[in-house]
């Protein structure tokens, strides 16, 4: 029901705007986020975004270079990512959940999960 796409190999500094497309039901009043899992590494938070897109949260590693946004009447969410680094390098999944973004960001237990794309950032 979560489809994520638009990643790829990209040079460090290049940008990249993955995508997220819901289908099957309207997640416009899920909290919606992007957690990523490089090799090797454990999955890890990204960013999130209320499903008002009024708040939105993202790890302290990525903060000002990547912006999570929604668009509830196509039923997607986006992250833009510039500047990336070879360290951003890693399979990227999207997920909704029903509950508050100020908590479920915190958790992995999301109701929903997409199947990844894979960003390699090359130095």
């Known amino acids: 029901q979560l489809q994520a796409s638009g990643g790829g190999l990209v040079q460090a500094g290049d940008s990249l705007r993955l995508s997220c497309a819901a289908s099957?039901?309207?997640?416009?009043?899920?909290?919606m986020g992007w957690f990523r899992r490089a090799p090797g590494k454990e999955r890890e938070f990204v960013a999130a975004s209320a499903w008002s897109g009024g708040s939105t949260y993202y790890a302290d590693s990525v903060k000002g270079r990547f912006t999570i946004s929604r668009d509830n009447a196509k039923n997607t969410v986006y992250l833009q990512m510039n500047s990336l680094k070879p360290e951003d390098t890693a399979v990227y999944y999207c997920a909704a959940d029903p509950g508050a973004v100020s908590r479920i960001r915190l958790s992995y237990d999301w109701n929903y999960w997409g199947k990844g794309t894979l960003v390699t950032v090359s130095s």
């Open positions: 099957g039901r309207t997640f416009s009043r899920y909290t």
